[in-house]
């Protein structure tokens, strides 16, 4: 009996079964094109390569090679042999056997890993690699409300008091610049450290700073979809005025851009930045007393700038960061802006940056409606 025929006697008893044939047949071995797990990771990572830094492609990298070694355990070499019991077995031996760890992978790093193998094989699905949807196959875990989310707020109260006395003691200085920018955009330190003079635009109405992607000397995390302009405040523009004017060391680098950021040996690097803000985070650096009873004076955190971070209260730049986008949202400022401000997606600001009670997020809504309510001609259903 030919193809042809299969398909008319199943037409006859379901025409369901025939699409469901056909998707088969499709999806069958034979319409795959053979490729070696070596081989896949390289073409999805040139793929991604026009889209993200170099940094994060060799990240993937690190995290794909997992894969290549457990495909090189079992012997495949040819990812169309490839089946969804193979993937649960891979998740597992991930979770508890790919490191030297004595403890599993925690649920977030395996949930990160995973969601980068389902990518991969859904790019592999669009290049006959894999079957399509075959990417469907992969579990990826669920985290509880406490897994991956890092409690690294800085009290509202002390970052006021800390950007109070950098004004009084410390104005316009590098610190002070280096705070001043994290508390006021919600951006990353390698914006920070990627901006040059001409990126300022400080004498102006409405003053800004415009962001750029340059692989070469100074990269963005996203690429240059991080790339923009953000408003700034004029008390903000101000400040990096005065710091341009009297405190910022003229540098010009090899490549004859004018850094904003500076020091004796040119562009203040990144892990400098991060210095400052562990240092001025400590509490005792501003109050002299500490809140985990240690002895100052012997304190190798409090005595120590480069030991900084080893106080359980310095924080590092990341939480200026986070403090900006939850007080941002708990002032209801819409997710999409804050997205396109700081330069995150929504998903992850509603996971990470929401921590209003029931209560707050209530009172926020109905602030919302009692505006729209006054701005709008009186509808029937306000």
């Known amino acids: 009996m030919s193809q042809s025929d299969v398909i008319e006697v199943l037409q006859a008893l379901d025409p369901d079964l025939v699409e469901h044939v056909r998707e088969l047949d499709e999806n069958a071995p034979g319409s795959l094109q053979p490729i070696t797990p070596e081989e896949a990771i390289t073409r999805f990572l040139e793929n991604k390569s026009t889209d993200i830094r170099p940094n994060t492609i060799a990240e993937y990298r690190r995290k794909l090679t997992h894969f290549e070694h457990f495909c090189d355990t079992l012997q495949i070499e040819n990812l169309n042999d490839l089946d969804g019991r193979q993937l649960q077995e891979y998740r597992q031996w991930r979770r508890t056997e790919s490191t030297d760890q004595t403890t599993p992978l925690s649920n977030k790093t395996l949930r990160d890993d995973m969601y980068l193998l389902r990518d991969f094989f859904r790019f592999l699905g669009q290049i006959e ?223 990470h940056y929401d921590e209003r009670t029931d209560e707050e997020k209530r009172a926020l809504r109905q602030r919302i409606l009692d505006k729209t309510r006054e701005e709008s001609s009186g509808g029937g259903y306000l």
Not at 277 to 291: A, F, H, I, M, Q
């Open 129 to 351: 690699g894999v079957p399509a949807g075959f990417h469907e196959k992969i579990n990826v875990p669920e985290l509880n409300e406490t897994d991956g989310v890092r409690d690294v707020r800085l009290d509202p109260d002390r970052l006021r008091s800390i950007l109070e006395y950098f004004k009084k003691y410390e104005y316009a200085t590098r610190t002070h610049v280096i705070w001043a920018f994290h508390a006021h955009t919600g951006r990353r330190p390698g914006c920070l450290h990627s901006l040059d003079l001409e990126d300022l635009h400080l004498n102006r109405d409405n003053p800004y700073v415009e962001f750029h992607h340059r692989p070469e000397e100074t990269s963005l995390k996203n690429g240059v979809k991080g790339e923009g302009q953000i408003s700034i405040s004029d008390d903000v523009a101000q400040v990096f005025r005065d710091y341009i004017d009297n405190n910022r060391i003229e540098v010009t680098t090899e490549s004859g851009r004018s850094p904003f950021i500076t020091s004796n040996h040119g562009r203040l690097s990144k892990s400098t930045m991060r210095k400052h803000v562990y240092k001025w985070s400590r509490p005792c650096t501003l109050s002299g007393e500490c809140p985990h009873d240690r002895d100052i004076d012997a304190c190798e955190a409090a005595q120590r700038d480069d030991a900084a971070s080893r106080c359980p209260s310095s924080r590092p730049p990341y939480a200026l960061r986070h403090g900006y986008l939850t007080q941002k949202r708990q002032e209801g400022v819409p997710d999409r802006t804050l997205s396109e401000r700081c330069d995150v997606s929504r998903e992850i600001i509603e996971k």
